[in-house]
């Protein structure tokens, strides 16, 4: 394996640690509205994702701080052509964080309803700019010789990026509604579980629809032939027994499928576009490869050294984050948000 | 014009993200030694004023992280071609920052806020320490980067690109090793004047003495200490970039030609920029060479001089930074600087006199003291970013050279806008909440009034699971 076939197998996994730890804070903020009834409970919610929230958004940082570094070019041409998308993006990201952590620091109605929908925006405006950055990502954008992306923004927009950015939002509701469930008790539970058999019900329309757009829409098929390979197989599967494991109350199973089905569908995603980072509509040789796009084999080097030595150190804690925090949430417990 | 508008948007969001990168790591620092002292002293009073320091630290840190986001982000969506240009070395930098720093600085903050019933006091003691040292490090990583765009290392330029060779020669860089301390000394004292200004006010009305006192006679010893150091760090700091970037020091000084062999320093004069002469000038003799070489004699290169030779090794064009602007924003930040060691000096005599109570008009001034740090840090960071204009990298990649190609000015504006105004929105609440936490106070009566559960502030004794 080169290095830099390595630093693009980081970059997904960072990725897809972004999106199955995050993924599930965004479903908290989606459904917040829908599963708690009251403020109290809406403070619940929040602070079920409290001790994590900050740390799983710092996938995204590393993702993009690991982009720069191993593929400055797939970095520059990624952030200076969705640039609107992008910059929606921070904005969400800011309303989420700072509607967390403001919203219990004062006692009035108006004051909370307005963070309310700050957060839930900034839950829901996230996956759906991912969905279409992904898709788009898949399908290609206008690459030009220079590397650089002269679409524009309204190109970013069509059935096939709508339907992937439709797909993901209801992914990660539902990944957020089980992860509910392992976190509450009671009333809550039973509505958090009865959200996630619905939006896992709409997921797996949609993202039977989306497989079919890819045929059309991107290249996955004619790389795979029709058998798109185990690793899509088992995102496919993983997503089709989450109602089984709810059905049974196994919640923990069930959660861990909608996990599996976030981290097949991503490599997969990846996978298709391997060697590729980015693929241009223009012309495929102008397309962006981990070898085009990436930084000397020097600093490649260097950083694989660090990267190796943090990332063991960082799971070893996150690990342990998750595991002091396991208990069951209740409306007596110290609350924060 | 795309290139304007990029640069006023970097310049306003990173100033603006600046604001609250200081007191994070400042404020973070005096909380984890306050939360040492509950621990070793086992007062919980100590506790309480940890607590009750941690809301002011996460009112701030809210907006530092979530504009830090930003600041990744748009090295890419306005700068492209930079990026392209120096990812190789810069990006390891960012990359490092988050894997490193900000891993650790958010998940040990979520580990104190919602541990303080689950773990062991010295398990929860680490985990203040682990956010004071993530901030730390995060700071030192992006000023790694910094560096390399003041004094470029460890590099070579192949393809067009600057393509890391050594990355010793980029963690040795002798700019970050100026900058990174007077950086870091300069975010203890924003959190140390911050903390000393606000207990200065409870003091002032004689509420929570047995609180604030502590707090205010902690943060002067800090406060003193780390203006001291950013002071003396600050002087080699212009001693270095007299040779390695002579025309931002030869603009701070507003200098247009070479001095002579004892150079005077220029304590203010009207500029006047397009004459490229000084329209007056109050001069203290031998001083610019003293604080430029500590000798009483040597010279200090002029504006139009380095100019001619930059044309000769560069190619024509102008590489005159803004004047104007170097030179005011440099004794701003060096004025600041000096009422800060001022104050504080006197904030210690009146401490080990323990007259600081009887001095009303000192406590005034340390609250309204508050805003220094920030002056001090707003006018350091646009005197050494302006002052080294035109280049981007310096010696290597010019600014105007730098944008992306393919965004629009429209764009630009667009995403400029937008920011300034969620960020002055934020600005506001942020100020609003500090404020509302400053009337509330330590006490948590208020605060049960309005339903909000407090038991963070206040919790029953042994309620850490120790």
């Known amino acids: 394996m080169t290095l830099n076939s390595l630093w693009f197998a980081l970059i997904v996994i960072l990725f897809t640690g972004f999106f199955v730890l995050e993924g599930f804070d965004f479903g908290v903020g989606i459904l917040a509205p829908i599963v708690g009834k009251s403020d109290e409970e809406r403070r619940l919610l929040y602070n079920s994702i409290g001790p994590f929230w900050d740390g799983n958004e710092v996938w995204l940082i590393a993702a993009g701080g690991a982009m720069f570094a191993a593929f400055p070019q797939w970095y520059a041409t990624l952030f200076s052509g969705f640039y609107i998308p992008l910059f929606l993006l921070v904005i969400a990201l800011i309303a989420r964080g700072v509607g967390l952590e403001y919203r219990s620091k004062l006692p009035a109605q108006h004051w909370r309803k307005a963070w309310d929908t700050a957060i839930f925006l900034g839950s829901v405006l996230p996956p759906i700019i991912w969905g279409i950055a992904l898709a788009n990502i898949m399908k290609g954008v206008p690459i030009d010789a220079q590397m650089n992306d002269v679409g524009s923004l309204w190109g970013l927009v069509n059935l096939y990026s709508v339907v992937c950015a439709i797909a993901l939002m209801l992914l990660f509701a539902t990944h957020g509604a089980l992860f509910l469930t392992l976190k509450t008790t009671g009333e809550i539970q039973t509505r958090a579980r009865k959200a996630a058999r619905r939006t896992g019900l709409w997921t797996t329309i949609f993202m039977l629809i989306f497989v079919i757009l890819s045929y059309f829409y991107s290249s996955i098929f004619s790389k795979t032939g029709i058998d798109p390979g185990t690793i899509a197989v088992l995102a496919g599967i993983s997503l089709i027994s989450v109602p089984f494991f709810i059905r049974a109350k196994k919640d923990g199973w069930a959660f861990l499928m909608t996990s599996f089905t976030i981290v097949f569908s991503t490599i997969t995603v990846f996978i298709d576009l391997f060697p590729r980072v980015m693929v241009s509509s223009l012309n495929p040789n102008w397309s962006l490869t981990i070898y085009n796009a990436a930084s000397n084999p020097y600093s490649l080097h260097v950083m694989t050294w660090i990267a190796l030595t943090l990332i063991p150190i960082i799971l070893g804690y996150t690990i342990w984050t998750f595991w002091t925090f396991r208990k069951r949430l209740s409306l007596h417990d110290h609350m924060e948000y | ?466």
């Open chain 2, 1 to 466: 014009m795309a290139v304007d508008l990029a640069r006023w948007q970097f310049g306003v969001t990173t100033v603006y993200h600046f604001l609250f990168v200081p007191l994070t790591i400042g404020l973070g620092f005096l909380i984890a030694i306050l939360e040492s002292i509950y621990v070793a002293k086992n007062d919980e009073k100590y506790k309480k004023m940890a607590q009750f320091w941690m809301k002011f630290f996460l009112i701030n840190l809210a907006i530092a992280v979530v504009t830090g986001i930003f600041q990744e982000f748009q090295f890419g969506m306005n700068w492209s071609t930079y990026s392209r240009f120096v990812g190789d070395v810069f990006g390891p930098s960012l990359a490092v920052e988050g894997l490193a720093a900000f891993f650790l600085e958010s998940t040990f903050l979520g580990v104190w806020l919602f541990g303080w019933e689950r773990l062991p006091k010295k398990v929860h003691l680490a985990s203040i320490w682990l956010v004071s040292l993530g901030s730390t490090l995060s700071a030192f990583w992006i000023l790694t980067a910094n560096a390399f765009m003041q004094e470029p290392m460890g590099y070579a330029i192949h393809d067009g690109r600057a393509e890391m060779t050594s990355f010793g020669a980029i963690l040795t860089n002798p700019q970050l090793w100026v900058e990174f301390p007077h950086v870091f000394f300069g975010a203890i004292a924003t959190g140390s004047f911050f903390m000393v200004g606000i207990s200065a006010w409870y003091l002032l009305r004689k509420r929570s003495i047995d609180l604030f006192q502590p707090s205010f006679r902690i943060a002067t010893v800090v406060a003193l200490i780390s203006s001291i150091l950013t002071a003396v760090v600050g002087h080699e700091q212009a001693q270095h970039e007299v040779v390695a970037q002579p025309m931002k020091m030869a603009a701070a000084e507003a200098l247009w030609n070479t001095s002579p062999l004892h150079a005077p320093e220029t304590l203010i004069a009207g500029i006047d920029a397009a004459g490229h002469h000084n329209t007056f000038a109050i001069k203290i003799p031998y001083l610019l060479s003293i604080l430029s070489y500590n000798r009483l004699s040597g010279r200090v290169q002029g504006i139009n001089q380095l100019q001619q030779q930059f044309v000769q090794k560069y190619g024509p064009g102008n590489y005159i930074p803004n004047v104007y602007i170097s030179f005011w924003t440099f004794r701003i930040m060096v004025g600041a600087g000096s009422l800060m060691v001022l104050l504080s000096l006197i904030g210690l005599v009146l401490f080990l006199r323990d007259r600081e109570l009887k001095h009303g008009w000192f406590l005034k001034s340390m609250l309204a003291a508050i805003a220094l740090p920030y002056i001090a840090n707003t006018a350091g960071w646009i005197f050494t970013e302006m002052g080294r204009q035109p280049w981007i990298v310096y010696g290597l990649l010019q600014t105007r050279d730098a944008v992306s190609p393919t965004v629009s000015n429209a764009n630009v504006l667009f995403t400029l806008v937008g920011f300034a105004f969620v960020y002055i929105v934020l600005l506001t609440i942020g100020v609003y909440l500090a404020a509302r936490a400053v009337r509330q106070g330590p006490d948590d009566e208020n605060e049960r009034e309005d339903g909000i559960p407090s038991n963070l502030l206040l919790e029953p004794s042994g309620g850490s699971a120790s």
